[in-house]
């Protein structure tokens, strides 16, 4: 069936410049700021940036983890080159992005918000928790203030928009220009999908984890079943359970699977062999603690 998206009377004239005629695409150049954009990725800014028939720069980037969804949103709001709000939970991934976009904006017009800084500017990585915690503060008018000033979105990890935090926020957000980043954004769950939806978009591209490997950004994981069912364990407390299923059995299949033994561990004393060892597959170690 075929329906037609309402807009109000100043959306067009809302829209930034760049893309008011629709006639002329935006021109994506390969080196932004810092950044050298890789392939998948100018074309990812394409797709976002092309007019459509329904609902034109409104909609989610599917990237895989270690695409650059930073970098490519922070090219998409150098080229756009309005007020611009990064939407990020998180204070790792917070930090990330504000360094990629100093990057891409030579240290200018860069702003960020959080528990212990409120410096929106021209283009903000903002905390959604700490925006959704100053909209039920004494500062909440300021805060509603800043966000109806926003012309351009981007909600990080979209498929968390759902939330009641998440969309507390974005409901004081008028912003023509809307993008959603994810891996992962439908959760197979018709009420959330849609709601997602309402909020960023459809999906308008995707960057699989398989194209990233093939172009040699992405190293291709391989997973190896072990099956151990001796020695058995009936009547062992938990640390004798452990040296022997997890610290023994564990380390001597690692050290069998080397194709050189000798050569890929260090020539030194057992026990230094054992802790080196013991660092290389901590990750196993670390699942076989939770299963005991």
Known sequence: ??????????????????LRDRTTPVQVPE?????????????????FLKPNDILSYFSIL????????????????KLLNVKTLFLVRGRALKDQTY??????????????IDAA???????????????ASRLKGEDSDEVKAFL????????DEAHTATSQTFMNVLNCITAPVRLGLSGTPLKKEEEKDLLLEAFCGPISHDVPASLLQDEGHLSR???????????RLDGLDYIAAKDILIINIC?????????????????????????????????LLFFLFFCL
């Open 1 to 18: 069936f075929r329906f037609k998206v309402i807009t109000s009377e100043n959306y067009e004239d809302r829209l930034p410049v760049v």
């Open 99 to 112: 360094g990629v976009y100093k990057l891409i904006f030579d240290n200018e017009d860069v702003g960020k």
């Open 62 to 77: 599917r990237m895989a983890t270690g695409s650059g969804k930073s970098i490519i949103s922070a090219a998409i709001a």
């Open 221 to 231: 994981a391989t997973l190896t079943n072990v099956v151990i069912d001796q020695p």
């Open 31 to 47: 080196v932004i700021g810092e950044a050298k954009l890789r392939s998948y990725q100018i074309k990812a800014i394409e797709a």
């Open 148 to 155: 109806s000033t926003i012309d351009f979105v981007i909600s």
């Open 251 to 283: 380390i001597g299949y690692i050290s069998s699977s080397l194709s050189s033994p000798e050569e890929a561990l260090p020539a030194v004393d057992p026990i230094s062999r054992t802790t080196f060892l013991k660092d290389k597959v901590f990750f």
């Open 117 to 131: 800084n409120w410096e929106p500017s021209k283009f903000t990585i903002a905390s959604v928790d700490t925006l």
